[in-house]
Structure formats: C-alpha cells, structure tokens
C-alpha cells in the first residue's frame, strides 16, 4: 500500500470517479467547445465536498492536505477529465491559499467560504503583459490613500478571469518594479476594474483565460492579504502546491495517455495484425509507461515532503521538469499510435497534446525550473 492508496484515499478516489462520470463526461466537449465550465459545475463539486479538499475545516474546507488533493488530479484525469478542466475548476487551489496561510478572518468569510461552497469563483492575478517569469518585475502598482489603495496596471493569461467574482491580485507597494509586493483581493465590479479580451488558446479549452485591467481602482485596504510587502514572500511559499499540482497533471496526463495508447495498439490492425504485435511499438509503450511510473514515483516522494513541511524548493522544480519531461514524450508517442484518429477533435489524446503543452509554462517555465535547480547545486 502506497501512501496514496490508503482505506480513505481510495474511498476518495471513488468519490472522484463516480463524480466525473456523472457530471463531467457528458458535457465536457460542450464546455470545451464553450470556452467555460457552468458555475453549476463548482456548486455539485462543493456538495461532495471535492472543492474543499487540502483546505481545513476550519475556513469552511473538507480537510486532507496536498496528497489527497494530488489523489482528486489524478483520479479527474484517470476517469477521462482533464487537466484544462482542473485549471478551471479548482482556481481557487491558486487563489486562496494567500488568504487561508494570513488567518485574515473577514477576508476567509467574504472570500474562501463562499469559493469552497463553489458560490464563487476566485482567480490569481501574477503575470502582467510586460512579463510573467519575473514576478519581482510587476508593475501594476497601488498606491496608498487613506483606507484604500488607488491601482494601476494590467494582468494577463489569468486562469478563470472571464468568470471570476474576486481576483487575488499581485501589486507594486512601492515604484514599479521593486519588487515590494503586496496581495490584494480586488471584487469584480469595482469601478476601474474590467475585464478585457477572453483570451483563444491551444489548449485548456474549457478554462477561461481573461485579460484584467485596473484603471484607478480603488480597494480597501482591509482587502491586503496579511502584511505590506509580505506578498512575493507568500507568492513563492505557495509556488511548491502549484508546482507539485502541475506535476501530478502531467504525469496522471501522461498515466492517461499511456492507458488509451495501450488499448489503441491492441485494437487497431495495421497490415493484418494488430499494432501491439510490433515489437517497435510494444517497445513505445514500454518506454511511455517506464517515464511515467518514474515521474510518479518522484512526485510522490518529494509531495509527501512538501507535505511535511520541509524545505525542498529544489526538489520541487525537479519534480515539475521531470513529470512535465514525460508526459511531453508520451503525448506525442500516444499521438502518434493514433495515426490520423490522434489528429481528431474526437479523439481524448489530441485534447491532452493540446492541454499539456501548457504544463511546462505555467507556474514558472521549464527554464525558471532550472534556475532554481542550478541553484540549489550551487551553481
Ligand atoms: C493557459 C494559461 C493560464 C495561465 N494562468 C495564469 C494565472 O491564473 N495567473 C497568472 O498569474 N498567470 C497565469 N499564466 C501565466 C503563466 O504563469 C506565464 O505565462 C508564465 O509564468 C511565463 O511568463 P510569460 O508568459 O510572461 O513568459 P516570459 O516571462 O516572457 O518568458 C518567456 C519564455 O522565456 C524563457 N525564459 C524566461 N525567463 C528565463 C530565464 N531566466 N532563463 C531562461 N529562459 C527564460 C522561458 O522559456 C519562458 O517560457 C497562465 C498562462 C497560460 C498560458
């Protein structure tokens, strides 16, 4: 028994399977074609208590921590989601943890449980059109006056910002680009506040990706998420959840692939026989299924040190690179079995080509993975 497949974890895993064939299959293609997931979607999710996973009790969540949360990616994927439909599903994983770590009362009742009772939908606002890498660089700034903050600037690729009630917002405390940075949570509907382009993608369909302006906007200061100039600090300790989220997408995506490349080749006939007969290909899926179980295997191992507290950045961006490494081998190799089927709107390994190309550039590219792993050797 592994320490993702405990008594409980599997009962949560059958939860998760039973809840993505019931709500999601039938109209996944439908929210994929419509650029969204209905809020109804969030609100089922709540019921069972699946958005609340990794968030306590206390802030109105189910409880469990990031192995289950890893358990629920995993098991959306195993059953034939996606990882576009988790980015869009679970923003809140992105958006709240800030607010949950400041024990900001007010801001948990207004915020984190209406988000965990899926009654709203909350995004994370980093990345800015001059930049996204350098999160030190931000340069939407806000200024201090009385018992608000006057903003200013521009967010972009933000992950369910079409839809979202409250942004959690990265700003400039002091001149653009000091990297003195504060978190503000911004309501929609605050003038100045818009909403700009829904933004067309390769992938991740399903998930709403918005331009944000803020044009002299103004926010209360009870809305700062824990300290001033507290914020790039809180930034990067939730940096080691999300990368280990993406991680678990990418081999559970890859997990997935290997799954439907495997029954392909033993289906599909190709010059009287059926694929799998090829030695050539029997050795793919060898290969396919060995960078898999790898990935897993490290991801796992430095999650349950992410989730026993310990340091392990480095760890971490190794974890992301690793699994984000296979799972762009096996997309294509699985692509690739589906000859021209692959290359079909129909086919489930096309949406994941698509989907996973994005793993290796969100919550920081492959490329700031190994700055951080250069560094961590000393480099
Ligand atoms: C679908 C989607 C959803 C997203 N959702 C969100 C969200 O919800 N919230 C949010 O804040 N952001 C979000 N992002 C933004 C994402 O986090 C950024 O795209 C990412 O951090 C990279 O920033 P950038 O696009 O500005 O690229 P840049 O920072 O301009 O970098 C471009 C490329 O240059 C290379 N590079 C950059 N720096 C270095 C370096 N130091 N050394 C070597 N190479 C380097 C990398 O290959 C990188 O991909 C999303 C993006 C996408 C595509």
Same mark, same amino acid.
């Given at each position: 028994?592994? =320490? !993702?497949?405990?008594?409980?974890?599997?009962?949560?895993?059958?939860?998760?399977?039973?809840?993505?064939?019931?709500?999601v299959?039938?109209?996944?293609?439908? *929210?994929e074609?419509?650029?969204?997931?209905? /809020?109804?979607?969030?609100?089922?999710?709540?019921?069972?208590?699946?958005?609340?996973?990794?968030?306590?009790?206390?802030?109105?969540?189910?409880?469990?921590?990031?192995?289950?949360?890893? &358990?629920? +990616?995993?098991?959306?994927?195993?059953?034939?989601?996606?990882?576009?439909?988790?980015?869009?599903?679970?923003?809140?994983?992105?958006?709240?943890?800030? =607010?949950v770590?400041?024990? $900001?009362e007010?801001?948990?009742?207004?915020?984190?449980?209406? #988000?965990?009772?899926?009654?709203?939908?909350?995004?994370?606002?980093?990345?800015?059109?001059?930049?996204?890498?350098?999160v030190?660089g931000?340069?939407?700034?806000?200024?201090?006056?009385? $018992?608000?903050?006057? !903003?200013?600037?521009?967010?972009? @690729?933000?992950?369910?910002?079409v839809?979202? %009630?409250?942004? +959690?917002t990265?700003?400039?405390?002091?001149?653009?680009?000091s990297?003195?940075?504060?978190?503000?949570? =911004? $309501?929609?509907?605050?003038?100045?506040?818009?909403?700009?382009?829904?933004?067309?993608?390769?992938? *991740?369909?399903?998930s709403?990706?918005?331009?944000?302006?803020?044009? $002299?906007?103004? &926010?209360?200061?009870?809305?700062?998420?824990g300290?001033?100039?507290t914020g790039?600090?809180? =930034?990067?300790?939730?940096?080691?959840?999300?990368?280990?989220?993406?991680?678990t997408?990418? @081999?559970?995506?890859?997990?997935?692939?290997?799954?439907?490349?495997?029954? *392909?080749?033993?289906?599909?006939?190709?010059?009287?026989?059926?694929?799998?007969?090829?030695? !050539?290909?029997?050795?793919?899926?060898?290969?396919?299924?060995?960078r898999?179980?790898?990935?897993?295997? @490290?991801?796992?191992? &430095?999650?349950?040190?992410?989730? #026993?507290?310990?340091?392990? !950045?480095?760890?971490?961006a190794?974890?992301?690179? &690793?699994?984000?490494?296979?799972? %762009?081998?096996?997309v294509?190799?699985?692509?690739?079995?589906?000859?021209g089927?692959?290359?079909?709107?129909?086919a489930?390994?096309e949406?994941? @080509?698509?989907?996973? /190309?994005?793993?290796?550039?969100?919550?920081?590219?492959?490329?700031?993975?190994?700055?951080?792993?250069?560094?961590?050797?000393?480099?």
């Amino acid at each position: 028994m592994t =320490i !993702v497949d405990t008594p409980e974890r599997r009962q949560l895993r059958e939860l998760t399977r039973s809840f993505v064939t019931r709500e999601v299959l039938p109209h996944l293609s439908d *929210w994929e074609r419509a650029g969204e997931l209905p /809020r109804s979607l969030h609100e089922s999710a709540a019921k069972i208590g699946l958005l609340g996973i990794g968030f306590p009790e206390s802030v109105g969540g189910s409880g469990g921590d990031l192995l289950d949360s890893m &358990v629920v +990616t995993e098991e959306i994927i195993r059953s034939g989601g996606s990882s576009g439909l988790i980015a869009a599903l679970f923003t809140h994983g992105i958006a709240l943890p800030h =607010i949950v770590a400041a024990q $900001d009362e007010a801001l948990i009742e207004q915020y984190v449980r209406p #988000a965990l009772a899926g009654t709203m939908i909350g995004a994370l606002a980093i990345t800015e059109p001059d930049g996204g890498s350098d999160v030190a660089g931000i340069r939407t700034c806000a200024v201090r006056d009385g $018992d608000h903050y006057v !903003v200013n600037g521009a967010k972009t @690729y933000i992950t369910s910002g079409v839809r979202a %009630d409250f942004v +959690t917002t990265a700003v400039c405390t002091d001149f653009p680009g000091s990297g003195s940075l504060s978190l503000l949570v =911004i $309501d929609k509907g605050t003038p100045g506040f818009t909403v700009g382009r829904r933004l067309e993608k390769l992938g *991740w369909h399903c998930s709403d990706t918005a331009e944000l302006s803020f044009a $002299d906007v103004r &926010v209360p200061v009870s809305n700062r998420v824990g300290p001033e100039d507290t914020g790039f600090l809180a =930034i990067m300790q939730q940096f080691a959840n999300e990368r280990i989220s993406l991680a678990t997408q990418a @081999y559970a995506t890859a997990q997935r692939c290997v799954d439907l490349a495997v029954r *392909w080749s033993r289906d599909r006939q190709a010059f009287g026989r059926p694929l799998v007969a090829r030695q !050539v290909v029997r050795h793919r899926l060898a290969e396919m299924h060995s960078r898999t179980e790898a990935a897993r295997a @490290y991801v796992h191992e &430095v999650a349950e040190r992410v989730a #026993a507290g310990q340091p392990v !950045v480095t760890e971490v961006a190794i974890a992301k690179n &690793v699994a984000v490494s296979a799972c %762009d081998f096996v997309v294509d190799a699985a692509l690739q079995l589906h000859g021209g089927f692959g290359y079909m709107r129909d086919a489930e390994v096309e949406r994941h @080509y698509r989907d996973a /190309r994005l793993l290796g550039i969100g919550g920081g590219a492959t490329e700031i993975m190994n700055e951080i792993i250069a560094k961590g050797m000393g480099l």
